[in-house]
Nanobody, 124 residues
Framework: QVQLVESGGGLVQAGGSVSLSCAAS????????MGWFRQAPGKEREFVAL????????YYADSAKGRFTISRDNAKNMVSLQMNSLKPEDTAVYYC?????????????????WGQGTQVTVSS
């Protein structure tokens, strides 16, 4: 089993930056493909970014590409999401997730463990 806890969310002005962290306990994060998802009020949860076990491959939603960067440090059992040039539409609860599979998939149904989420609010 792996347990995930997100941190780093908060209130930020449009155009600003925030860095989210996901700390894992139990199984090492190197066992999993790691992803970030988000859920805005009244909307379904959506894919944001993923990173392979080695960290050599990343993939981003169109809304995140060019603004967000996912990274991982397997030695520290940590995954991060650096978010720059934030927009009000980025306001959401952000979730860290772990996928035990061996293909890079953006569907939330492929992920086996989830954190509790951290709120990011972008003000205009």
């Amino acid at each position: 089993q792996v347990q995930l806890v997100e941190s780093g969310g908060g209130l930020v002005q449009a155009g600003g930056s925030v860095s989210l962290s996901c700390a894992a306990s139990g199984r090492t994060t190197s066992t999993y493909i790691m992803g970030w998802f988000r859920q805005a009020p009244g909307k379904e949860r959506e894919f944001v970014a993923l990173i392979s076990r080695s960290g050599l491959t990343t993939y981003y939603a169109d809304s995140a590409k060019g603004r967000f960067t996912i990274s991982r440090d397997n030695a520290k059992n940590m995954v991060s999401l650096q978010m720059n040039s934030l927009k009000p539409e980025d306001t959401a609860v952000y979730y860290c997730a772990a996928d035990a599979g061996y293909t890079l998939v953006t569907s939330e149904s492929s992920y086996d463990a989830w954190g509790q989420g951290t709120q990011v609010t972008v003000s205009s």
